[in-house]
């Protein structure tokens, strides 16, 4: 049963919000918390987990920070830090890291691994790779910096792995996610924008069950609204639309041992 | 009830636009080899149309654009044959086999098509001569004029047409895909020259920033659908910051009178 004004999904909560400013303002908008917050309102979105920007442009421990201060006062903003393999100063320790986050109510981490150079293989992401399954916290990672045979790899290493696939393209039945979703239970895909393909979200929620999929609106770059009409009128049953809308993800957040 | 207007109303209810005029200027039928399609039926389209409240989609072939007109125009003319009122169709020729084209066009003419399509997959250029009997088909016929545009160049190929073929409605596909101010340019220069909108990104701003143009009137919604999928393309209108006046006008009122009627203006 929806709420009263709520979207008839119940809820909705975004995955994948990436934010910060870019080294040059783009026209139309400028990606900060008080426009995200705007984007939110307006979309009806009641939560967002949040990357920042400063991960990728200085590094992934001062984007974190960066994050964190930003996001201070606003709980409807959920972090999610980018833990690399080695941690952070003076530890060295990715467990350690993410029992930082933890204990700031992160409950989602993210990695590229293009950006700061080092490889998903489990040879060189295996501690942080056992860190995540201890704690069982998700993995945010993007479909255009990640390499699937390196992903495949990690979550045949450690299958207690939760991955979250962001930025998936629209190419239709995906050739090559198709069988990391059937040999990996813990993979699950973001529904964005980007990911727009005629009758595929039904027939995934078929094939595979409504349990694998979140939603997520591309912030900033996307027009949200995308987003929200994308899932409502997908044609998904009454469960499904809930679980991919919020269900799905509440789970996983719950699931993390804090 | 949450929404600013009638349509973020309908959309947040999951429920179909009934009370609007909606016609989807930018569709296809077919199959494709890059693009590995679930459903490439006729009734999960309609079906489709029925969940958004799309009234009419305006569909070309994909086997056509490819390489493979009669066969993939074949299908589309037995597509708008069983659903009369829900879709309209463009011919797409095989651009590079001239003494095919004439004959072809003539066919899906008689065969129920009411606009032409053309794609630069096709491998030609649109200045190419081959693409002469085309602009010329149309404009003897006042056909609607659907080009798929990618690049600076294709529009700067396609322009001597718009002042040569003056009945002819011009719609540039994917607008905003390369400098938009080009886009406003043409929109604003010619006419018989309109926008459709359909981006795979959903670009952030961009119907607003046409919108702001004063290119509302000139602007006409497409989901590229099956490529994409209608639910997502519909939001990037539903959900623009712009009026309820001009999402009106740009998913359905201007396509209705652009394409359904007949000329330039009517």
Redesign the interface.
């Known amino acids: 049963m929806s709420e009263p004004e709520a979207p008839a999904c119940g809820r909705l909560i975004a995955c994948d919000a990436f934010m910060g400013a870019p080294p040059v303002p783009g026209p139309d908008y400028l990606p900060d918390v008080g426009d995200l917050l705007a984007e939110m309102t307006r979309l009806h979105i009641s939560a967002a987990v949040v990357r920042h920007r400063a991960c990728l442009q200085v590094s992934a421990h001062l984007g974190n920070d960066v994050l964190m201060d930003e996001i201070a006062g606003h709980p409807e903003l959920l972090p999610a830090w980018f833990v690399s393999p080695d941690g952070r100063e003076p530890q060295f320790d990715p467990a350690f890291t993410l029992g930082q986050m933890i204990a700031a109510g992160g409950r989602f981490a993210w990695a590229n691994p293009t950006a700061e150079g080092f490889s998903l293989q489990p040879w060189c992401c295996g501690r942080h790779y056992a860190a995540l399954v201890e704690r069982r916290v998700p993995l945010l990672v993007e479909y255009a910096t990640t390499s699937l045979q390196d992903l495949h790899e990690a979550m045949a290493a450690f299958p207690e792995l939760r991955v979250v696939l962001l930025q998936v393209p629209r190419v239709g039945r995906n050739r090559l996610v198709e069988p990391l979703l059937e040999l990996h239970p813990r993979l699950h895909l973001c529904f964005a924008p980007a990911f727009s393909v005629h009758e595929y979200w039904p027939d995934l929620c078929r094939r595979f069950g409504p349990h694998r999929w979140l939603w997520g609106t591309h912030y900033p770059d996307a027009e949200g609204g995308a987003a929200v009409t994308g899932l409502m009128y997908a044609g998904l049953d009454p469960e499904a639309l809930q679980a991919v809308a919020h269900g799905n993800i509440e789970r996983l957040m719950a699931e993390v041992i804090a | ?2 929404g ?1 207007d009638y349509f ?1 109303q309908q ?4 429920a179909p636009l009934t009370d609007a005029v909606v016609i989807d200027a930018h569709g296809h039928i077919g199959d ?1 080899q ?6 490439t039926s006729m009734e ?2 309609v ?2 149309m029925d ?2 409240g799309v009234d009419v989609a305006c569909v070309s072939s994909i086997p056509a654009i490819y390489g493979q007109s009669a066969r993939g125009n074949d299908e589309l003319l037995a597509a708008i044959a069983e659903y009369p009122d829900r879709l309209f169709g463009y011919v797409v020729v095989d651009i590079g086999y001239p003494e095919r084209i004439p004959a072809e066009l003539d066919r899906c003419l008689a065969g129920g098509v009411r606009g032409v399509k053309i794609h630069s997959s096709s491998g030609l250029p649109y200045a190419h001569p081959n693409y002469e009997p085309v602009y010329n088909f149309a404009a003897a016929h006042g056909l609607p004029l659907l080009a798929h545009t990618w690049s600076d160049q294709e529009l700067d190929d396609l322009e001597p047409q718009f002042a040569r073929c003056p009945n002819v409605n011009f719609l540039l596909g994917h607008a905003g895909a390369v400098a938009r101010e080009h886009y406003v340019r043409l929109a604003h220069q010619y006419p018989n020259v309109y926008l459709e909108l359909c981006f ?10 046409f919108v702001g143009e004063g290119l509302a009137a000139k602007m006409l919604w497409g989901s590229d ?12 209108v ?3 910051k712009i009026s309820e006046a001009d999402k009106r006008l740009i998913l359905g009122e201007t396509a209705a009178r652009v394409l359904l009627g007949k000329g330039p203006g009517r």
């Open positions: 009830m949450i600013a973020e959309a947040f209810a999951g494709n890059a693009f590995a399609f679930v459903d999960a389209l079906a489709t969940r958004l795979s990104v959903c670009p952030r701003g961009l119907v607003e920033y659908c099956i490529f994409m999928s209608m639910e997502q393309q519909i939001g990037r539903i959900f623009a």
